[in-house]
Structures are given as structure tokens and as C-alpha cells.
Nanobody, 116 residues
Framework: QVQLVESGGGLVQPGGSLRLSCAAS????????MDWYRQAPGKQRELVAI???????NYADSVKGRFTISRDNAKDTVWLQMNSLKPEDTAVYYC??????????WGQGTQVTVSS
């Protein structure tokens, strides 16, 4: 059973930074891509950032220039570096990955709260 385990969430002041990590229980080359979603209270889950097997990245407009997604294939881990955080970034952040012919996998989520 493939597992994705997130960590790194917490409470941070506006303008601060956090680094989320997503550790996979399998070789991440098995996934076509890995990404981060977030869901704020009362809102739909939205895609924040994606990184493909080849290392290409893409970001939601709301986080471009502030968030950076990266991966370490040797550690089977993906990170989301979040800088210049705003209150509207407050949400539960989820790691997600899709494996060909096997389906989608989700982490349990990690809470990020941006507040003074």
C-alpha cells in the first residue's frame, strides 16, 4: 500500500515561511507527477503546485513567485517551500500523486495557519 506522509505545517505570521515535506513509501519515479493541493474552510480543494517526473513545475497564479515545489528522488520526497505567506494561504495542505494503472494517492494533510 502506497503511503504519502506530509509534515511541516504550523502557525506562522504573515510574511513568514514554512517548508512542507511529503515522504512517499515507494520510489517516486513510479508517479507521473506529484503535487500539492490545499483546502481552506468552506472552499473547494485547489491545486497549488505540481512537479512532473521530469522535473517540470507549474503553480497556481495565487502562489507564483512565493512557493517552490521540488523533489529529491533519492529520498522519495517532495517539498513545498512557502515564502511571503499571507492569511489567505491558511488551509490544510495535501500531497497527491498519480500512478499509472493504479490510481491516485493522498496524504493525510497538514494544517498551515497564517495569522498574527
Amino acid at each position: 500500500q502506497v503511503q504519502l506522509v506530509e509534515s511541516g505545517g504550523g502557525l506562522v505570521q504573515p510574511g513568514g515561511s514554512l517548508r512542507l515535506s511529503c515522504a512517499a513509501s515507494t520510489n517516486i519515479f513510479r508517479f507521473n507527477a506529484m503535487d500539492w493541493y490545499r483546502q481552506a474552510p468552506g472552499k473547494q480543494r485547489e491545486l497549488v503546485a505540481i512537479i512532473t517526473k521530469g522535473g517540470s513545475t507549474n503553480y497556481a497564479d495565487s502562489v507564483k513567485g512565493r512557493f517552490t515545489i521540488s523533489r529529491d528522488n533519492a529520498k522519495d520526497t517532495v517539498w513545498l517551500q512557502m515564502n511571503s505567506l499571507k492569511p489567505e494561504d491558511t488551509a490544510v495542505y495535501y500531497c497527491h500523486a498519480a500512478m499509472p494503472l493504479r490510481g491516485d494517492y493522498w496524504g493525510q494533510g497538514t494544517q498551515v495557519t497564517v495569522s498574527s
